[in-house]
T-cell receptor, first 117, second 112 residues
Framework: DGGITQSPKYLFRKEGQNVTLSCEQN?????MYWYRQDPGQGLRLIYY???????QKGDIAEGYSVSREKKESFPLTVTSAQKNPTAFYLC????????????????FGAGTRLSVL | KQEVTQIPAALSVPEGENLVLNCSFT??????LQWFRQDPGKGLTSLLL?????REQTSGRLNASLDKSSGRSTLYIAASQPGDSATYLC???????????FGKGTTLSVSS
């Protein structure tokens, strides 16, 4: 089946530890995104990548890092510098295209819920 | 900076009612708009996308409209069902055309 796979579904982080969230897509999409969702809040953009080996900071990139070595994969590392990491993390992808076309539809994974021990 | 407001924050209706969810943007320069559904603890499911050249889109019992001049969108749900209970999020493409700006959502509860 085509889609976006996030793993793990639940993740626990100890203080001072870095953890990595996985996001894999088989939709052949160029663009991938990481969002953070806090209770009662909308999604906020952490990082995005429009092409392999390139990525850009979103609105709340501090304390996070990403890589885009393969088109299918966009892992997110939550570093020890992120002091409030507890949240629901969502990965998305879309076919890169000019604005205003149907290819900008974003498709989302099922999410990873990160908690601090 | 683009901000998105969704009204109401929560809505409870009996089964069978028609209802409208509202979404507004501080910057009316919207390139396209997407409505999503989110079930508790789950990811987002795309419902409708309205491209910049369109005014509305329909899918089954759902109809979404976009008024770019006022920076407002509405999601109309006809003949609501308990299975429609979820949080509905609207999101507009940012000015750079790179990512979506989300509202906080409307949590809908439909009782049987």
């Amino acid at each position: 089946d085509g889609g976006i796979t996030q793993s793990p579904k639940y993740l626990f982080r100890k203080e001072g530890q870095n953890v990595t969230l996985s996001c894999e897509q088989n939709l052949n999409h160029d663009a991938m995104y990481w969002y953070r969702q806090d209770p009662g809040q909308g999604l906020r953009l952490i990082y995005y990548s429009q092409i392999v080996n390139d990525f850009q900071k979103g609105d709340i990139a501090e304390g996070y890092s990403v890589s885009r070595e393969k088109k299918e994969s966009f892992p997110l590392t939550v570093t020890s510098a992120q002091k409030n990491p507890t949240a629901f993390y969502l990965c998305a992808s879309s076919a890169s295209s000019p604005r205003g076309t149907a290819k900008n539809i974003q498709y989302f994974g099922a999410g990873t819920r990160l908690s601090v021990l | 900076k683009q901000e998105v407001t969704q009204i109401p924050a929560a809505l409870s209706v009996p089964e069978g009612e028609n209802l409208v969810l509202n979404c507004s943007f501080t910057d009316s320069a919207i390139y396209n708009l997407q409505w999503f559904r989110q079930d508790p603890g789950k990811g987002l499911t795309s419902l409708l996308l309205i491209q910049s050249s369109q005014r509305e889109q329909t899918s089954g019992r759902l109809n979404a409209s976009l008024d770019k001049s006022s920076g407002r969108s509405t999601l109309y749900i006809a003949a609501s069902q308990p299975g429609d209970s979820a949080t509905y999020l609207c999101a507009g493409l940012n000015q750079a055309g790179t990512a979506l700006i989300f509202g906080k959502g409307t949590t809908l509860s439909v009782s049987s």
